[in-house]
Structures are given as C-alpha cells and as structure tokens.
C-alpha cells in the first residue's frame, strides 16, 4: 500500500517548503514504478492557501475535518511562523494526527506549530538558523540544534530552512525504499544525494558584532580591524585597562562567549569574505586573519561550518579555485 504524506501548509507558506519534499516523494513513485506514495496537502482552514510568493495552493484536506490516518505528517513553514500562532482547532489536530502518524515533522519554521502544540518538548530539533535563536528562546524544554541540515529524534524529523526540507524527504525516501532507489531520486533531481556541512555555512549573518560595554565592544571593533595581532585575553585586558581574569569573566557575561572564542569568530568572518572574493590562497587567507598556519584556519572552518575552506571557496568564492 501507498505511505500517505501529508503536509500542513501554514497560511502564508514558502512554497519551496511544500513543493520541493512533494517533488521529492513524487520522483520515488517514478523511479519505483508504483505509487509508493500518496500526497496530500492539508490547509488550516477552507479555501486556497496563498503562499508567500502570492501563488495559490488548494489543499486536499483541512485541518480538523479529516480523520485520515497518514504514515507521515509534515509541517511547512512560512517567513512569521514564529511570531503566528495556529488556532487552537488546528493544533488539536496536529497533536492527534501526530500521535496517530508513523513519522511527523517539520520544515523551516513550521517547527514553530509544532512546538506550539507541545509535540517538541524534551525533543531534539533544528529549524532555519535564523529562527533557531527565537525558537530556543520561547520554548527552553526543546534542544534546538542550529547547524544541523536536518534532525531524526525518534518518530520525529525536522529539516533545516527551505532546500534543507528536501534532504529531509530524501532521507526519508531513503528510510523508506532504500539507498540506491534515494540515489536515482538525488541523480534525477540534480542534488547532493548527502549534502556536505551543515547550515551554518549558508549564513549571511554576521557572528562577531560588538556587544556589551561600550569598553568591550571598543576592544572587539580594535580586533575587527587588527586580525592578525596577537589577542589573547592578557592583550585584550590590557586594551580594556583591566585585569585578565575580570576582563575575560566581564567578556563571557556581556558578550556571551569568551574572548578567545569571539575572536575566532570575527576571523573565520573575514576569512569567509576572503574566500568569497577568490583572489587569496588559504594560507594567505589564514595569515591575513590571524590564524596561525592554514591547517589552523582549515579546523576552524570545520569546526565552526561544518566545511573546509577550499569547499567554502569552490562553491562561495567569485574567482578561480
């Protein structure tokens, strides 16, 4: 029998968050020759559903009419997810369709209607990185994990923002029908059958912005234009005119990372700028942001990205690799 699918669109839902994992099952029925899945979209409410981008969906179920039972239930999600809340008509019916699912989750913010109706507490979860900050903040019992691609925690799985809902649903092809029949899916469909790195990579947010004390964020800006001098905490209190220890406890209070670790992050910031321009080899790069040697900028990009700088460069950088 066909695994039924269905996916919840919030109202004012990002498309690609419904299309893109729809594609993806829709391609497992043609390589499988069968109808290995069934999918089904569900509105909140009657009527079309209008997308962020203005195109009109209609819905194959609504939320609260149907009792249909689905081997898994996906929620997608939409650019004020977090700051929407779902009718209380409409989370009831997530937490019973969810109990009665095989799997359940989400994509991109829709994580936020998911932990709205208390099926996140206690779990293991990721969500665009933008929100996962938001979604940490307003419900502390979840563990969010903002670089992850995508999260499995049990009959739970929830994806990272947009595309990343497509390598959910390629994982659970996977799951599903196996390796190779997931393999021609990707191959079809021209995408990274296991996507390198995690999200965090995609980032356009700055990490290292000046926060704190007017004197601390003095300090950080001096490091921002300085990368290649030494900091270690004795320079930097010396700059702030204070002792080390009260410096580095003051820094890791206001700031809310320690010295050092900020100014790892200001030096992989600009080492990604530099990348990105493609006019610098990695050791120059790591010598003109303070890293010690570029197998010391290559484990900081790892550890920090989820990427090596020469796979940063390849698929970031302007110039020639």
Not at 88 to 115: E, I, P
Not at 185 to 206: E, N, Y
Request: aromatic share 6%; proline share 4%; net charge positive.
């Amino acid at each position: 029998m066909a695994r039924t699918i269905a996916i919840l669109a919030l109202p004012g839902v990002q498309l690609l968050d419904v299309s893109g994992p729809l594609d993806v099952f829709a391609q497992a029925n043609t390589e499988s020759g069968r109808e290995a899945y069934a999918l089904r979209v569900v509105a909140c409410a009657a009527g079309p559903i209008r997308s962020s981008s203005g195109v009109r969906l209609l819905p194959d179920l609504i939320a609260g009419r149907t009792d249909e039972r689905f081997d898994t239930l996906l929620v997608a999600g939409a650019p004020d997810a977090a700051r929407t809340r779902p009718r209380d008509h409409v989370l009831a019916w997530l937490r019973a369709s969810a109990a009665k699912s095989r799997r359940f989750g989400s994509v991109c913010t829709g994580a936020f209607a998911l932990a709205a109706a208390g099926l996140l507490d206690g779990r293991r979860v990721t969500t665009h990185w933008a929100a996962a900050e938001a979604l940490a903040a307003a419900y502390p019992d979840t563990t969010v994990e903002p670089d992850a691609l995508f999260v499995r925690d049990g009959k739970l799985r929830t994806a990272a923002g947009v595309t990343a809902g497509l390598d959910l649903a390629l994982a659970l092809v996977e799951e599903d029908l196996g390796r190779e029949l997931a393999m021609r899916v990707a191959s079809q469909l021209v995408m990274f059958f296991k996507r390198p790195g995690g999200q965090l990579q995609f980032s356009r947010r700055g990490q290292a912005h000046p926060a704190g004390r007017s004197a601390l964020q003095e300090v950080q800006r001096w490091v921002a234009a300085h990368l290649a001098d030494d900091h270690s905490v004795e320079a930097l209190a010396a700059r702030a005119g204070l002792s080390p220890r009260h410096f580095a406890r003051l820094f890791l209070a206001e700031v809310g990372i320690t010295p050092a670790a900020w100014v790892e992050l200001a030096r992989i910031d600009h080492a990604r700028e530099l990348l990105e321009a493609g006019t610098a080899a990695p050791k120059q790069v790591a010598a003109l942001c303070g890293f010690a040697n570029a197998d010391t900028l290559r484990r900081a990009f790892a550890r920090q990205l989820g990427v090596t700088p020469a796979e940063y460069r390849r698929r970031y950088g302007h110039g020639r690799v």
